[in-house]
């Protein structure tokens, strides 16, 4: 469970306030795990998967963070699907 806040964190600074709407996460880590596996680096990948798993929507809570620091939903959740289907691919 620690890797996930460092990873939460990458994933926020490319999912901020300017991008609003929310993450499908299983869109989002279908798409990140694809592109992967065909050899994309991790930023790219983060940053089309996130691109294209976007909606317009505020259908998100905000969940607290071990730090006390909060963070959306469904960053969260796309996160989690990610590592259960791709964990190679998660640093």
């Given at each position: 469970?620690?890797?996930?806040?460092?990873?939460?964190?990458?994933?926020?600074?490319f999912?901020?306030?300017?991008?609003?709407?929310?993450?499908?996460?299983?869109?989002?880590?279908?798409?990140?795990?694809?592109?992967?596996?065909?050899?994309?680096?991790?930023?790219?990948?983060r940053?089309?998967?996130?691109?294209?798993?976007m909606?317009?929507?505020d259908?998100?809570?905000?969940?607290?963070?071990?730090?006390?620091?909060?963070?959306?939903?469904d960053?969260?959740?796309a996160?989690?699907?990610?590592?259960?289907?791709?964990?190679?691919?998660?640093?």
């Amino acid at each position: 469970m620690k890797k996930l806040f460092p990873i939460v964190a990458s994933f926020v600074a490319f999912a901020t306030p300017a991008h609003a709407g929310t993450i499908l996460p299983h869109l989002y880590a279908k798409t990140f795990c694809e592109l992967r596996s065909v050899g994309i680096d991790d930023e790219s990948a983060r940053r089309t998967a996130i691109r294209q798993s976007m909606i317009s929507s505020d259908e998100w809570t905000m969940v607290r963070r071990t730090d006390g620091t909060f963070v959306q939903s469904d960053i969260v959740l796309a996160v989690n699907a990610t590592f259960q289907r791709c964990p190679e691919y998660m640093k």
